[in-house]
């Protein structure tokens, strides 16, 4: 494993540009070359100031965004890996179908999903591909997923993200920017949704996965939560499927197959 350690880098720089001028408040979700699914440059995130200030800030009981549980019905009800993201992501992302609830109470409520973004790091050297996979610490706000190793990072959109036109990018971009450092360039494109149903944490979370494909492994942690984190070969992932989350596994199978 290539391990990485679990502390701040001062002065680190989430990705370097590749674009001169890019948009902070908004993105514009078009289709790769080939694919179907939305593509955008990771040189577009917005960095904060401060990350640990800003999730301190951030109360017990915040209030996260979430869509009505009735909107994928009227989509199309699935329930694991669903990758026609063009089906659900505009409606999704419709802030007319978008508000803010106490957490305390939506982790309990399914008739709501929160939205999460879901995000793989994912870089190829000589060996093959690579994904950056951890262990959820005690430290991490899901106690439900406490010990399992995964493979997204990611969080809950909390109403201090809702600023500029964008409210899931603006969360997306603080989450990645609070947990880890990427020191390369890259592109991400989103590739699926998750919906599991089987699960009591899995019943009340939508969420949207990213490949965020890096030009070299070079990603440090910057939270103590992300534990024992590191790239590993998909195959070496796929052999120890079984201490993932399920979110983690159903990447793997739909996305490594």
């Known amino acids: 494993m290539q391990s990485t350690e679990s502390k701040d880098i001062p002065g680190c720089i989430l990705i370097r540009k590749v674009n001169s001028q890019p948009s902070l408040n908004r993105v514009s979700y078009r289709k790769s070359a080939g694919q179907g699914n939305p593509v955008f440059p990771v040189s577009s995130l917005r960095i904060p100031s401060n990350p640990l200030k800003t999730r301190l800030q951030m109360s017990k009981d915040e209030e996260v965004l979430v869509i009505p549980a009735q909107l994928l019905d009227q989509l199309g009800p699935f329930s694991g890996f669903q990758p026609n993201v063009d089906r659900y992501l505009s409606t999704i992302l419709d802030r007319s179908n978008q508000s803010f609830r106490p957490r305390s109470l939506v982790e309990t409520d399914p008739s709501f999903k ?16 690579r994904v950056f996979q951890y262990m959820r610490g005690k430290g991490q706000g899901e106690k439900r997923l406490h010990a399992l190793r995964s493979i ?81 070969s998909v195959e070496t992932i796929k052999s120890e499927l079984n201490r993932f989350e399920n979110w983690s596994q159903l990447c793997i199978n739909h996305l490594y197959s």
Not at 114 to 129: F, H, K, M, S
Not at 180 to 192: A, D, F, H, K, P
């Open 114 to 129: 929160q939205l999460i973004p879901y995000v793989i790091l994912e870089c190829n050297d000589a060996i093959g591909t």
């Open 152 to 232: 997204g990072i990611g969080g809950h959109i909390s109403v201090e993200d809702a600023t500029g036109d964008d409210w899931y990018r603006t969360g997306m971009q603080r989450e990645l920017e609070e947990e880890v450092c990427i020191e390369c360039n890259g592109q991400q494109r989103i590739v699926g949704l998750i919906y599991d149903n089987s699960t009591e944490v899995g019943r009340v979370h939508l969420g949207i996965v990213h490949i965020m494909q890096l030009s070299s492994c070079k990603v440090q942690t910057r939270e103590e939560h992300l534990e024992d984190s590191g790239f590993q």
